[in-house]
């Protein structure tokens, strides 16, 4: 049983994936292998040619997998979109990162039918509300919450590499009430997808402050300390840890300011989880140490403002963040009073100074 459908009587969905990166392109390709779902893509430039001509590629602890082409849906371009083939999609899952998700959810609209299921995976809390919003602003389509658990990036354009997180998952629910039929049928299909597995969650938004928590907290320590800070690192660091505790805790207690339920007892099993993931960091962290945008200000960010909001003090984050959005903003090429180019002999990252320097 599955959702409380048989294995061999699924329901076949429309799954619309915006972005085939590594959670887009992972959990897309996923859902891909089960049977009578048909997942299409929106993608751009290389990963367009890639997806149409091979399909999606995973190269994955939990099993490697090329889905054809032939076996996905329309693969939209999103620079043509106008032009693209419209249908109305069932599940509309958006991949990309929490500052593109507004942008992206919108160019999604058009394939948004009355019962469509809106599925945000990114990270961070601070932005469900507004998904929330733009979907209920549209007058049709059903917004979920959701995230998702994942160490995978882009191998190269239509090929995914998944590392840690075995296996991955997909957290959602609905903000309130209830699961629909249709929330229950997106269950189902996960529950028959290999390599990942989905939880439908009562509450939903506790789950997602769960995760937020650590992602935020680990990104800290990870981003500032550098790559050889690998998470099964931090737990065997004790002046890491220590910090890495220290924001844990003060997001736990912001999280409580919301009246968001969460057991400290999830704080232990995060260590655990810490352990066990030989080599991970997170993607926020390679994008900061990459020279690329990255989600440091819809996480640690968001944490300082909702910090200042509800009145809880968080410095250890607060410090973590401002030693980090400084590399961000020079990464999306903004001019800051006093930065010159360091000089030759310094490795630098991110389009204000071009190439990397050896």
Partial sequence: MSGGYQSGDLPALKWLIFGCGGVGGYFGARVAQVKGQKVSYIVRNKALAALKEHGVKITSICGDVQVPASDLGPILDSQALDKEERFVADVIMLGCKAWEAADCLKACEPWCGPNTLVLPLQNGVEGLSNIKDIVGSWGKGHALAGCCNIVSAIAEPGHIRHWAANPP????????????ERTKQVKAVFDAAPGMEGHLEADALAKIWEKFCFICSTTAVQATTGPHATQDVIPQIPELCTTWRAAMCEIIALCHSYGIAYEMEQLEKRVEALTAAVGATTSCSRDLWNGKPSEVDDLLGSVVRMGKEQKVPVPTISACYGTLIMRDRLARGVELPGVKCPEKGHRILGPAWGKPQD
């Fill in 169 to 180: 998952y997909i957290t959602f629910g609905e903000f309130t009430g209830e699961p629909t």
